[in-house]
């Protein structure tokens, strides 16, 4: 089978692709890092393998109609990470066109192929549903109205637009993907590393989280499950508070998680994006669940244990 992903060689696509690749199937990496239309296969990556193909990401179908045509899925995981630098005016905008582009691009090129895609599963993100306290949030609740959450509602009504040419289209709300190789976890842990790690502002905020082995495999689950449409919290079963999690991850690393990082500090160091930081989200993933899909990594210290060893 064609599986299509744009955003392929970050943290999440590249994993996605390569299980995929060792499965045989033809994956292909749309990247604007090649010009549009060109295509370079990836070496050592089997055959059909891993393929890169240049493409815009303007807002037009361009190059990718050729490529979404008679696709088993696309993944659409492109966007600027949120995290890294202080949210200016610049980077808001940066960070909304860095996603909407290319999900535009892509439900463009569904709607101009021949034989449209079977599914498009577009990145989303558990900042949809905004500051929420302890509420338990299925994929009913309503959005938030902070920035994330406006950026997550018009991303994806975007990607909804590929529903109306047959495409059965999948929202990914995830939340904190861990793995040691990269996301947020190395900087998480870096403090416990030097023993001054601990809970972030109160530690009460809930903070969803899933292992990327259970993010790559519910994402190749979706795929191959036509029942499941519409937004689907990407997260584990057993979200945890910030508290929690800090424990959780000194134990892991056979540290304390005593010292605590004031909410004050967070805001003077990182600005806006602090809010994101301490918004408390207990995201529960209600439409995997009930369609079945089996968590290997359910609870955060079987998450972390196997992250870090024993």
Not at 111 to 134: C, K, Q, W
Not at 250 to 269: S, W
Not at 274 to 279: G, H
């Amino acid at each position: 089978m064609k599986y299509v992903i744009a955003g392929g060689t970050g943290f999440l696509g590249n994993a996605l692709a390569w299980t995929w690749a060792e499965e045989g199937h033809d994956v292909r990496i749309l990247t604007r890092s090649l010009p549009p239309g060109e295509v370079r296969h990836e070496p050592g990556t089997g055959s059909p393998g891993i393929s890169r193909v240049g493409w815009s990401a303007d807002g037009t179908a361009a190059a990718a109609t050729k490529e979404v045509d008679g696709a088993a899925a696309v993944i659409n995981l492109a966007g600027e990470s949120i995290a890294g630098k202080r949210w200016s005016e610049a980077r808001k905008q940066a960070l909304v066109e860095s996603r909407m582009l290319p999900t535009r691009s892509l439900a463009a090129a569904i709607a101009e192929a021949a034989t449209p895609p079977a599914a498009f599963i577009s990145g989303s993100a558990v900042g949809y549903y905004g500051d929420r306290g302890g509420d338990g949030l299925s994929e009913t609740a309503p959005p938030g109205t902070d920035f994330l959450a406006r950026l997550c509602v018009d991303w994806e009504a975007a990607a909804q637009a590929a529903a109306r040419h047959g495409t059965r289209v999948i929202l990914l709300r995830t939340g904190i993907v861990l793995e040691k190789s990269g996301g947020a976890l190395p900087q998480l842990a870096r403090p416990f590393r030097f023993f001054a790690g601990g809970p972030i502002g109160s530690g009460r905020q809930y903070m969803p989280w899933i292992h990327r082995h259970d993010w790559n495999e519910m994402v190749r689950w979706i795929a191959d499950t036509p029942a499941v449409a519409g937004p689907v919290n990407v997260s584990a079963p057993h979200p945890v508070t910030n508290r929690e999690f800090a424990r959780a991850l000194g134990r892991a690393l056979h540290r304390p998680a005593l010292l605590a990082a004031p909410r004050f500090a967070l805001k003077i160091v990182a600005g806006e994006i602090a809010d994101a930081l301490l918004a408390s989200q207990r995201v529960l993933p209600g439409v995997a669940l009930a369609n079945g899909y089996h968590f290997r990594y359910p609870e955060i210290d079987i998450a972390l244990r196997g992250i870090f060893g024993d």
